[in-house]
Nanobody
């Protein structure tokens, strides 16, 4: 599957932004968003099961970010953005359920899209 992320941009602290990731097919994928800030490692942001029933989040975004999906896309609604949310956001997919220890790790996902830059000014 090929993934195409979009929706990034420059926003102010406190604003909202919605990222989209389109998949090239409608397979049953477990999907996730990761982000990478300059000089830092890529980190998990949010994940969702293939049918959308289960979602999970990094502690740093709980209550502010919300992940959702349908057959061909996954979205990340980001509310109350903070300057520390500034990063390149990438979507990822796995055709099988990542094991529990890997679902918040890069190793848990086989397919990756290019990133979209989100910059939050203070």
């Amino acid at each position: 599957v090929q993934l195409q992320a979009s929706g990034g941009g420059l926003v102010q602290a406190g604003d909202s932004r919605r990222l989209s990731c389109a998949a090239s097919d409608s397979g049953s994928y477990y999907m996730a968003w990761f982000r990478q800030a300059p000089g830092k490692e890529r980190e998990f942001v949010a994940g969702i099961s293939w049918n959308g029933d289960v979602t999970y989040y990094a502690d740093s975004v709980k209550g502010r970010f919300f992940i959702s999906k349908d057959k061909n896309a996954v979205w990340l609604q980001m509310d109350v953005l903070r300057p520390e949310d500034t990063a390149v956001y990438s979507c990822a997919a796995s055709s099988s359920r990542p094991i529990l220890s890997a679902r918040q790790r890069v190793e848990g996902y086989r397919y990756w899209g290019q990133g979209t830059q989100v910059t939050v000014s203070s």
